[in-house]
Structures are given as structure tokens and as C-alpha cells.
């Protein structure tokens, strides 16, 4: 076996163990979500891009900074699939199918949807402080943005990217995702590159935390037992158990 085959099988191994199983016994049927996922953004694209359907499609899912909080808050769960007319929507299909169906299948569709709405709220949320911020520090935004419409399915695309990667010890992936938002940012600097950066964030945050509780979790356990934590800990989770977050 090669150095690079050996490094692939560290780095993906974990996470194609997990979705072997389920994606070889029923395939697209393993995905149900992720194919809704991409049919809708199709759908929602299709509409978008018609003189007609326009108007509707923003006032459903359409976020912008200006717009009352409230509001906000009831589009921001269906902007999770209006992608941005100026992308082709071709690769945003793409990065929809393959990532929410792998989290699909690593964590189940419901923590899957919550935490592709957690990223994106993120951003959204990101935005309206950044405006009041304001552009003369880093994390501000000019008040031209409260105009913009927010980033739409990337923002939950990188942040089930990232906590993907971390969670199936695929860290060099999670880092070069995270390394290309970074990129993005310094390079072209806009609303949907910052908002990316707070999708992270918030899953960084969510892996700590449930790190943390995890690691609690053992202390209290291995107390209790009257065996060193770390060795009870391991007793128990024996050598083919795999780590569980959140």
C-alpha cells in the first residue's frame, strides 16, 4: 500500500465505514432527505430564475439583513435551499447531494436539518451584527449588505462539512475546508465569505461543547466506578466503539 493510499484510508476510512453499510443495502433510498434536499433547490432555482416566480421565491426564503428579525426568522428555514442566481446551480445540486446525503447517513436526517439550520442562522444572524459593527473593524460589514440576500445552502454545505470531518477524524479535510473559507475571505471579501466563516464557528462551537460534555460524561462515570477515568472510560467503549458527539 502506498504512503498516499495509507493517508486516504486514515483520513476517509472512518467515514466510509460509516456509510457503507446503509448506502450499499438501499442506495438513493438510504438519502431520502438529500435528494428532497436537491429536488427542492431545483425546484426553488427554477422559479427563482422566472420573471414570475421571482418576487414569490424572495419573499419566502430571502433573508436580508434589513429585514425585522422576526422575519428573518421564518424565511431563514427555506433559504437553506434557494441557492444565488449569480452561481451555477449545478454545483450547488452537487454539494447538496453529496454532503447532506453523507450526513444523512453519519447522523440521521433530523440532526442533519439542525444543524444545517443551525449554520445558516449563524450567518444570518452574523450579518445583522456585522453591519452594526460596521467596516471599520474585521468582523464588520459595510451597510451597503443589509441589502444582500444571505448565502443560502453553502453556509449549512460547509458547516456539516467541517463537523463531518471532525467527527469521522477527518481533519485535514475539516482544515482545508475551513482554510479555503478563510481564502475566500482575504481574497474577496463579502457577506456570504464572512457568513461562511460564522457557519464554522457555530459547528466549532457545537463540537466543543459536545466534546466537553463527553469528556465530563467519562470523568463522572469512572469516578463513580472507583477505576481511573481514563482506563474505565476506555473499558467501556472497547476498541471498535466509535466516538459519538453531539
Partial sequence: MTTLARWARAEWG?????????LAGRRWRAVPMAVAAVCLTAALHFVHSQAWGYRFVQNVGGVRAEDPLWLALLRT??????????LPVW????????????AELCLGRWRTLALAYVATLAGTLYARLGIWLGPESWPGLPASDRWVVDTGPSAAVVGLAVFLGLRHRAHVTA???????VVEVVVKENLAGKEHLAAIVAVLVLCAVGELRQRRSRERAGSGSGAPPIQSWKARRGPTQRRSWW
Fill in 77 to 86: 428555514p427555506l433559504s437553506l435551499f434557494v441557492p444565488a442566481l449569480d
Fill in 175 to 181: 482544515s482545508v475546508v475551513i482554510a479555503a473559507m
Fill in 14 to 22: 472512518p467515514l466510509y465505514a460509516a456509510v457503507r453499510g446503509p
Fill in 91 to 102: 454545483g450547488a445540486l452537487a454539494q447538496i447531494l453529496l454532503v447532506f446525503g453523507l
